[in-house]
């Protein structure tokens, strides 16, 4: 396989090198491309451009295949926990168990939050978003420790207080708008059990998180971990580039990963469904609906931008609902229309010839209820999970001494140079 690509510009012939990845993908490298010719690329969305090399996932959509540091996502979501699969993403290599008992003492000794911080619950409307709130106190970190302006400041103990704290304010947050008192961390508690302590327990009575609550987490946040250079993480990487402090960029990337056509899919999801079953079950008119490109709808939890065969996520999901509801000896009606929708979307050639399939967020908001998380939550929860993957995907470009700051071209379609008509004369 040839490793130039020859363009040819008002007849002149240039030659522009490909790059290839360890997995065989292959990218013309444009970055003489202006300087030879004075044309730049555009590419709305990003559909066809790499914005960077990287090591750390690998994601093919057409097989859908999804790996992190080499690692299968299906061999990882049931034998490792969030914790180990963090520090293979931030670090590279799976941890010993030297490694991993100091990660997670790191973590346990970080879970706490300046005690300033609790006025800031008090100081937003409890009944405001929690993806709001989540985004404006993991800015307000870089206030508390200011030595994160510095880019060379030590990164890696950023990285473990964002791990850390970024769970407790999530906690905190539900607790305030719920009106319960915030319950403290418990230093002998694994990451996933600490959480659902700092969410459910009380403290008027005794709370010990359930095993299998612990385990189901532990998979939907794995799961969640990294995806490659998605809208929130180009986020992290793109405010990043300019030297900000790594809270200000995670701030940001969970800004990008609030809206419904990225994170905020899973709660928009229950909302779907929900509708469905108030409709009396009309899943005819509800997909007449989203095929129709008037209304302005579209089946959420379907399609991707990259995956274009099913999410193995999504299937690894779907597997951990029916565990789950089996062993609670549970059901939920609003998984029986989930599971229905599914069947109708595969058949429907709308579906088929757009290679549409259940992406990530399909299933998980079922999983999130069975184990007590509310809706206006999930993608606070999703965030949580994204965290060791922003951080990582921060670290790689961080610790790359050739990244520079990150700033697209544009095509200017606008007026051209005209002179200014003072108010009277126009
Ligand atoms: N329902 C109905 N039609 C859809 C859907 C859907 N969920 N997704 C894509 N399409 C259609 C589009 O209308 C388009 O049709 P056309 O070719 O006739 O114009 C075609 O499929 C291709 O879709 P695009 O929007 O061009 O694909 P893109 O890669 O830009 O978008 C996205 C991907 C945003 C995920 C889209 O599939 C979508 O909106 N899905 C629903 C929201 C969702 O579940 N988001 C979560 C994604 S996973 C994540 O970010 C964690």
Not at 311 to 325: E, H, N, T
Request: overall charge negative; aromatic content about 8%; hydrophobic content about 40%.
């Amino acid at each position: 396989m040839s490793d130039t690509v020859r363009l040819i510009v008002d007849g002149k012939e240039i030659e522009l090198p490909v790059v290839s990845g360890s997995e065989g993908e292959r990218a013309i490298d444009i970055g003489k491309l202006r300087a030879l010719t004075g044309l730049v690329t555009i590419d709305p969305g990003f559909k066809n451009t790499a914005s960077t090399t990287s090591a750390i996932t690998f994601l093919d959509g057409e097989q859908g295949v999804l790996r992190y540091r080499g690692y299968p996502i299906e061999q990882l979501a049931e034998q490792s926990t969030f914790v180990e699969t963090a520090y293979l993403l931030i670090h590279g290599e799976l941890p010993n168990k030297e490694e991993l008992a100091r990660f997670s003492q790191a973590l346990t000794m970080h879970s706490l939050l300046h005690e300033d911080m609790k006025t800031f619950f008090q100081g937003v409307p409890a009944s405001g978003h929690p993806m709001g709130v989540l985004s404006a106190m993991v800015g307000s970190l870089s206030a508390f420790y200011p030595d994160s302006l510095d880019p060379d400041s030590d990164t890696d103990l950023h990285i473990t207080r964002l791990l850390s704290k970024v769970r407790t304010i999530a906690a905190f947050g539900y607790k305030r708008k719920i009106g319960q008192p915030f319950m403290y961390p418990r230093n002998e508690l694994s990451y996933c059990a600490n959480f659902l302590h700092m969410m459910f327990a009380v403290p008027t009575t005794t709370y010990e998180p359930d095993p299998l609550e612990v385990r189901a987490l532990n998979t939907l946040l794995i799961l969640h971990a990294d995806h490659e250079q998605n809208c929130s993480t180009s986020t992290v990487r793109l405010v990043g580039s300019s030297d900000a402090s790594v809270y200000a960029s995670i701030s940001a990337g969970i800004s990008a990963l609030w809206g419904p056509l990225h994170g905020g899919a899973n709660q928009a999801v229950m909302e779907m469904l929900k509708e469905i079953k108030d409709s009396g079950g009309d899943y005819k008119g509800f997909m007449e609906q989203v095929k129709d490109k008037s209304s302005g709808r579209r089946l959420m939890g379907f399609g991707h931008r990259v995956y274009k065969s099913y999410d193995p996520r999504a299937r690894i999901l779907k597997s951990m609902v029916d565990q789950i509801l089996a062993k609670k000896g549970m059901s939920d009606p609003l998984l029986d229309i989930a599971i229905e929708l599914e069947q109708i979307a595969l058949k429907d050639p709308y579906f088929v010839e757009r290679k549409l399939y259940p992406n990530v967020d399909f299933y998980s908001g079922i999983l999130y209820r069975a184990i007590g998380i509310p809706e206006d939550m999930f993608t606070v929860m999703f965030a949580l999970g994204r965290l060791p993957g922003w951080m990582a995907q921060w670290r790689e470009m961080n610790n790359d001494p050739g990244h520079v700051i990150g700033r697209p071209r544009q095509i200017y379609t606008g007026a051209n140079a005209r002179d200014y008509v003072p108010i009277d004369g126009r």
